[in-house]
């Protein structure tokens, strides 16, 4: 018997599990072979304007915040070996664009790197020969670099001129080499044992009226057990494949309208895209597109995503909406969202912290989201049945237990943990068919009975004398009854 999955929203804070579950604690879900749940909250928001943290979730701009330049957070990477993230930034009014270094042991600003960017673009890092790779678009966003980032001095080793404007970047470990996605239709390959540009791979050429001309690669993945790079067609609605081995583009995915950021599931070998109101999810051993998530456009355009390969959870901001989701990977249910920056960008997850790090262009922040798991007991609490025929079949059908099936008398019990549930009982013809009421658990003596008598009606029984009806006798039966024993 498991529990419903659902989704709360209390206060900033996220619960996996049951929406409509105890009492005690909105929002778990507990089921019989796993008593544990999942909760999440900004644990705090790091500023980057004046290097404050905030407890919580803060959406707030810092006094004197509009009377500086203003450098907007973009996109950021995770340095496994320094335990720190760089965050690129693109600046709009006045001053330097700067990669922010921020300490994920301490959730602290510990670097500025000035850099000659005019918007900041994807960053990645390469373990192989410890630098960071960030896109960045110079000269109003007419053209574009790579800076090599030395991340012991942090100072910008080189930069390497692509020649468009550039954006997305993937790492392909086993050829050390960076895949940059450009706005001419290309995607360049860097050779990082040099730094130098290795190759330029020319995507689809083919243009379709109501397509940007031409529709230009936007973010970049791998997939290291299919060997292929995926890259997003914005402008095209696809998820072009292409060869690490020959350089060449090899095929496409139809996914939904504008599709912009991409992860790899190397758990489930499955690809997340964001649409503008839909995830799409492709497979990556047969290529083909096997669920969408959504509807969201509601709630926000999904963009950029992070995967926890300790939960095998991904997470998504939705932009406009200033949140951000938790998908479960296993069965591509979102699980979680919550509230964050104005506009969030940039997803980055921390293992050494089991924590997810998310940059907000606006108001300037990074969020701090913990996913906690707890553990709190469950009770098997027996829901009995009394007053039915052998034989009859009854359910539970509520928040509490989920579809319990066909119960044949006997008694159902039900794992939960300490709080109220709303329960659905359905009873066989000739009973009410369904009746909603309220179980209470609380310890392990709890238990809860139904009991069932025949439904109302009223019978006219003639009685008859030589064909003549003498009189009629009007006979009533008692109504349905319910008594709740235990939740003490």
Not at 197 to 226: H, W
Not at 264 to 272: A, C, G, I, M, Q
Not at 387 to 401: D, F, K, R
Request: glycine share 10%.
């Amino acid at each position: 018997m498991m529990i419903v999955p659902g989704i709360a929203l209390y206060d900033g804070t996220s619960f996996e599990g049951n929406a409509n579950g105890p009492s005690a604690l909105p929002g778990v879900g507990l089921s019989e072979s796993n008593s544990s749940y999942r909760y999440y909250y900004p644990m705090s928001t790091l500023s980057l304007y004046n290097n404050s943290i905030f407890p919580g979730n803060s959406i707030s701009r810092p006094h004197g915040y509009f009377d500086a330049p203003l450098e907007k957070p973009e996109m950021a990477a995770y340095d496994t070996m320094n335990h720190n993230l760089y965050i690129s930034s693109s600046e709009f009014v006045g001053g330097s664009a700067y990669i922010y270094v921020v300490n994920t042991s301490t959730n602290s600003l510990v670097d500025k790197i000035s850099i000659t960017s005019f918007q900041g673009g994807d960053v990645v890092y390469n373990p192989a020969d410890n630098e960071l790779y960030a896109a960045v678009k110079t000269d109003s966003g007419k053209s574009g670099n790579v800076l090599v980032i030395n991340p012991v001095s942090n100072t910008v080793s080189k930069e390497i001129n692509i020649g468009t404007t550039v954006f997305g970047e993937v790492l392909v470990p086993d050829k050390n080499q960076v895949f940059v996605a450009g706005e001419d239709n290309h995607v360049t390959v860097i050779n990082c044992s040099t730094d130098t540009i290795f190759r330029n791979i020319t995507m689809s050429s083919s243009y379709v009226s109501g397509d940007y001309n031409p529709p230009s690669p936007f973010l970049l993945a791998y997939s290291a057990a299919t060997d292929v790079v995926y890259a997003t067609m914005y402008g095209r609605g696809t998820v072009s494949l292409i060869s690490p081995v020959n350089y060449s583009v090899f095929g496409n995915i139809s996914v939904g309208s504008t599709p912009r950021g991409i992860v790899y599931d190397p758990v489930n070998y499955d690809l997340y895209v964001s649409n503008s109101d839909t995830i799409s999810v492709i497979n990556t051993t047969s290529n083909t597109l096997v669920a969408t998530i959504g509807n969201l456009g509601k709630y926000g355009e999904p963009a950029y995503f992070s995967f926890d390969p300790d939960t095998n959870q991904i997470y998504v901001d939705g932009q406009g909406y200033g949140n951000v989701w938790a998908i479960n990977g296993s069965d591509n249910k979102i699980v979680a969202d919550l509230s964050v920056g104005l506009i969030p960008m940039g997803v980055t997850y921390i293992p050494s912290n089991k924590e997810v790090m998310l940059v907000n262009e606006e108001p300037g922040t990074v969020s701090i989201i913990k996913p906690t798991l707890s553990v709190m007991p469950v009770y098997p609490v027996p829901i009995t049945e009394d007053g039915l025929p052998t034989g009859s079949v009854w359910y539970i059908n509520g928040s509490a237990t989920g579809d319990s099936g066909p119960i044949v008398r006997g008694t159902y019990i039900a794992y939960l943990s300490n709080g109220t549930y709303t329960l659905t009982i359905k009873g066989p013809a000739g009973f009410v068919y369904s009746e909603t009421d309220k179980m209470a658990v609380n310890g392990i003596d709890s238990s809860f009975q139904i009991v069932f008598t025949p439904i109302a009606e009223i019978y006219n029984i003639a009685i008859a004398t030589s064909g003549i009806i003498a009189f009629i006798l009007t006979v009533y039966y008692l109504t349905k009854r319910k008594q709740r024993e235990g939740g003490k």
